[in-house]
Nanobody
Framework: QVQLVESGGGSVQSGGSLRLSCAAS????????MAWFRQAPGKEREDVAR???????VYADSVKGRFTISRDNAKNMLSLQVNTLKPEDTAMYYC????????????????????????????WGQGTQVTVSS
């Protein structure tokens, strides 16, 4: 069945780093836009970063320069390198698959350039917790 499984979360001090991973299975991974979302207690789920197979990546302003999203289509893996962590980065982190694929004739499978919300993604992992202490 279609499945996403995250790993790599943990507890770190402010300024620390983690590498989150997401293993995908049960579908043609390469044709879908993949994203990382996060949700802190009492807050809405927010888009952190997304990436298409053409390498195009979009980041939330709050994580630009600190987080790097990547994907390995040969291994069906999605990763998020999170550096210079801050207490406000504390949240459950989820990987997600877009509900449709997006194809551009000049670059291949990609993510749309405009805003995307959780409603644009239909497959979710169980989440991995990141806790940053000051």
């Amino acid at each position: 069945q279609v499945q996403l499984v995250e790993s790599g979360g943990g507890s770190v001090q402010s300024g620390g780093s983690l590498r989150l991973s997401c293993a995908a299975s049960g579908y043609t991974y390469s044709i879908y836009c993949m994203a990382w979302f996060r949700q802190a207690p009492g807050k809405e789920r927010e888009d952190v970063a997304r990436i298409g197979s053409d390498g195009s990546a979009v980041y939330a302003d709050s994580v630009k320069g600190r987080f790097t999203i990547s994907r390995d289509n040969a291994k069906n893996m999605l990763s998020l390198q999170v550096n210079t962590l801050k207490p406000e980065d504390t949240a459950m982190y989820y990987c997600a698959r877009s509900s449709q694929s997006y194809y551009r004739s000049d670059s291949g499978y990609t993510c749309p350039p405009g805003p995307m919300s959780a409603a644009d993604f239909d497959v979710w992992g169980q989440g991995t917790q990141v806790t940053v202490s000051s």
